[in-house]
């Protein structure tokens, strides 16, 4: 499985044959920062990885004078490592709540029907592990009250609200899917639209 910077890129790549510069210009849309903090070299380097494994191949475009550039685009097996990754995000129960988010913005590789088929999975798996993770942060709040330990008490706090919130999110994902009157919905196409009402909201 992709990890969620992996998963990330080639979505970002899949969309259109792109560059390495432009692709570290995607990260600079700040709700994709906010989910994936990656400095620029460590972005060139998960391409060149995502390249040596053959899940991206690339060309050489010549605009002009000016020295060519690669411009990537994904390969069968990157299509199909993608497409996996999404769907165990969005099914299985990873702990790694980064690679859920960037799962539900790659969810137009789906159809509506498939995603909240995966989603029912993965609620069934969240439903009794937020019992669990509830139980615990309990029974250390019952502990703490003879053996006060508050880093305790907060570290399963924050466990059982994590579980507990990835729970909500593909609750509401399930019903907005449902209620949806167009599918699919690209993240990707509606980036400039959404870049361009942030900027204005800043402005005002």
Same mark, same amino acid.
């Given at each position: 499985? +992709?990890?969620?910077?992996?998963?990330?890129? +080639?979505?970002?790549?899949?969309?259109?044959?792109?560059?390495?510069?432009?692709?570290?210009?995607?990260?600079?849309?700040?709700?994709?920062?906010?989910?994936?903090?990656?400095?620029?070299?460590?972005?060139?380097?998960?391409?060149?990885?995502?390249?040596? /494994?053959?899940?991206?191949?690339? @060309?050489?475009?010549?605009?002009?004078?000016?020295?060519? /550039?690669?411009?990537?685009?994904?390969?069968?097996?990157?299509?199909?490592?993608? /497409?996996?990754?999404?769907?165990?995000?969005?099914?299985?129960?990873?702990?790694?709540?980064?690679?859920?988010?960037?799962? +539900?913005?790659?969810?137009?590789?789906?159809?509506?029907?498939?995603?909240?088929?995966?989603?029912?999975?993965?609620?069934?798996?969240?439903?009794?592990?937020?019992?669990?993770?509830?139980?615990?942060?309990?029974?250390?709040?019952?502990?703490?009250?003879?053996?006060?330990?508050?880093?305790?008490?907060?570290?399963?706090?924050?466990?059982?609200?994590?579980?507990?919130?990835?729970?909500?999110?593909?609750?509401?994902?399930?019903?907005?899917?449902? @209620?949806?009157? @167009?599918?699919?919905?690209?993240?990707?196409?509606?980036?400039?639209?959404? /870049?361009?009402?942030?900027?204005?909201?800043?402005? @005002?």
């Amino acid at each position: 499985m +992709l990890s969620p910077a992996n998963m990330f890129l +080639l979505g970002v790549i899949d969309a259109a044959p792109i560059n390495p510069y432009e692709i570290v210009s995607r990260f600079e849309f700040h709700r994709y920062k906010s989910l994936l903090r990656l400095a620029d070299s460590t972005i060139y380097a998960y391409i060149r990885a995502l390249h040596r /494994k053959g899940f991206i191949q690339f @060309e050489l475009q010549q605009e002009g004078a000016m020295p060519a /550039k690669k411009v990537y685009r994904l390969t069968e097996a990157g299509q199909v490592e993608l /497409k996996d990754s999404i769907r165990s995000y969005l099914s299985g129960n990873s702990s790694d709540g980064a690679g859920f988010s960037v799962a +539900l913005l790659l969810m137009h590789y789906f159809s509506r029907e498939e995603l909240i088929s995966f989603l029912e999975t993965h609620q069934a798996v969240l439903e009794p592990e937020v019992v669990q993770r509830l139980d615990d942060y309990n029974f250390v709040g019952q502990i703490h009250c003879e053996y006060s330990c508050i880093p305790n008490v907060i570290s399963a706090y924050q466990v059982y609200m994590q579980v507990k919130a990835e729970l909500n999110t593909t609750c509401y994902a399930i019903q907005m899917l449902r @209620e949806a009157q @167009e599918w699919p919905q690209n993240t990707f196409e509606r980036t400039q639209v959404y /870049k361009d009402r942030y900027l204005q909201r800043e402005q @005002e």
